[in-house]
Nanobody, 118 residues
Framework: QVQLVESGGGLVQAGGSLRLSCLTS????????MGWYRQGPRKTREFVAT????????NYADSVKGRFTISRDNVRNTMYLQMNSLKPEDTAVYYC???????????WGQGTQVTVSS
């Protein structure tokens, strides 16, 4: 079955950096556009970034553009999110999944908590 395991979160001061990882199994990772999503306190889950199957193209939410970089390793079936210049408003639980569309989503993992202190 599909498994998505996020890791790499933590507590960091504003201006700091973190690198999130998403280890996947149970499906052909290289065949799917993938994405990162986040849910902040008292907020709904929102789009952060997506990446195409080969990693050749990516899209970012305006709020993270220029600070976050999404990447993937189709040999290791793993996706990454490099987060630089972190802000308190980036505080959220971060999740990975296929690029969300009318085809739905894989079962969500547990996410990884990112907390940015001011």
């Amino acid at each position: 079955q599909v498994q998505l395991v996020e890791s790499g979160g933590g507590l960091v001061q504003a201006g700091g950096s973190l690198r999130l990882s998403c280890l996947t199994s149970g499906f052909t990772f290289s065949g799917y556009d993938m994405g990162w999503y986040r849910q902040g306190p008292r907020k709904t889950r929102e789009f952060v970034a997506t990446i195409t199957t080969t990693g050749g193209s990516a899209n970012y939410a305006d709020s993270v553009k220029g600070r976050f970089t999404i990447s993937r390793d189709n040999v290791r079936n793993t996706m990454y999110l490099q987060m630089n210049s972190l802000k308190p408003e980036d505080t959220a639980v971060y999740y990975c999944n296929r690029r969300l569309s009318n085809n739905g989503a894989f079962p969500w993992g547990q996410g990884t908590q990112v907390t940015v202190s001011s």
